[in-house]
């Protein structure tokens, strides 16, 4: 069975720094793109980075550019978001997911397969 399974989250001081983990497995997630979305309490899921299938090709959300950094590690099935420099409005539940297509995107209509979600709340 498909299955993509975050970590990574928790409770961090504004100004700090946590790297969140999608492990993937029941399929190789290599082949496909995969992003990361957030959503935060009363507001609509956001995009915030993608990357191609290989990724040599990334993609940020305008909220989040310079600080988020996305990577992914094929021979692990698993996907990486490094976020640097926490401001309390990045408190979320973050979503990884996969688009089988090679390039992705940012809407999230066009991702096939998502995870449950990581808490990350940020304090000021």
């Known amino acids: 069975q498909e299955q993509l399974v975050e970590s990574g989250g928790g409770l961090v001081q504004a100004g700090g720094s946590l790297r969140l983990s999608c492990a993937a497995s029941?399929?190789?997630?290599?082949?496909?793109?995969m992003g990361w979305f957030r959503q935060a309490p009363g507001k609509e899921r956001e995009f915030v980075a993608g990357?191609?299938?290989?990724?040599?090709?990334?993609y940020y959300g305008d909220s989040v550019k310079g600080r988020f950094t996305i990577s992914r590690d094929n021979a692990k099935n698993t996907m990486y978001l490094q976020i640097y420099n926490l401001k309390p409005e990045d408190t979320a539940v973050y979503y990884c997911?996969?688009?089988?297509?090679?390039?992705?995107?940012?809407?999230?209509?066009?991702?096939?397969?998502w995870g449950q979600g990581t808490q990350v709340t940020v304090s000021s």
């Open positions: 997911a996969v688009d089988f297509e090679l390039e992705g995107s940012d809407l999230e209509i066009d991702y096939d397969y």
């Open positions: 029941g399929r190789t997630f290599g082949d496909y793109a």
């Open positions: 990357i191609s299938w290989d990724g040599t090709r990334t």
